[in-house]
């Protein structure tokens, strides 16, 4: 089975760093694009940012460009998303999810999912 466990969220206030981890348990780690997604209560689930199978290609919505990092290491069935410049209307549980496309832009593309982390900012 492959398995997601995301790490990292908490309570900041705006301005602060935060630095999310997921970490995949599976086989074929290094063959799966990964994603990270937002969703606050009441709100769709949004793409924050996707890396590519190598790395070589990083996606980022446009509300996050400049504050956030997606970066992957292989060797540790790791991705990470480091957030800098947190605002409040950062706040949502944050989801990794991993997908069999190389450049998944869409929820239904991403076949496995984390449980979430929760990044709440307050102002």
């Known amino acids: 089975q492959v398995q997601l466990v995301e790490s990292g969220g908490g309570l900041v206030e705006a301005g602060d760093s935060l630095r999310l981890s997921c970490v995949v348990s599976?086989?074929?780690?290094?063959?799966?694009?990964m994603g990270w997604f937002r969703q606050d209560s009441g709100k769709e689930r949004e793409l924050v940012a996707a890396?590519?199978?190598?790395?070589?290609?990083?996606y980022y919505v446009d509300s996050v460009k400049g504050r956030f990092t997606i970066s992957r290491d292989n060797a540790k069935n790791t991705v990470y998303l480091e957030m800098n410049s947190l605002k409040p209307e950062d706040t949502a549980l944050y989801y990794c999810a991993a997908s069999r496309s190389n450049a998944p832009r869409e929820a239904p593309e991403y076949v496995y999912w984390g449980q979430g982390t929760q990044v709440t900012v307050s102002s």
């Open positions: 599976g086989r074929t780690f290094n063959t799966y694009a």
């Open positions: 890396i590519s199978w190598t790395g070589g290609r990083t």
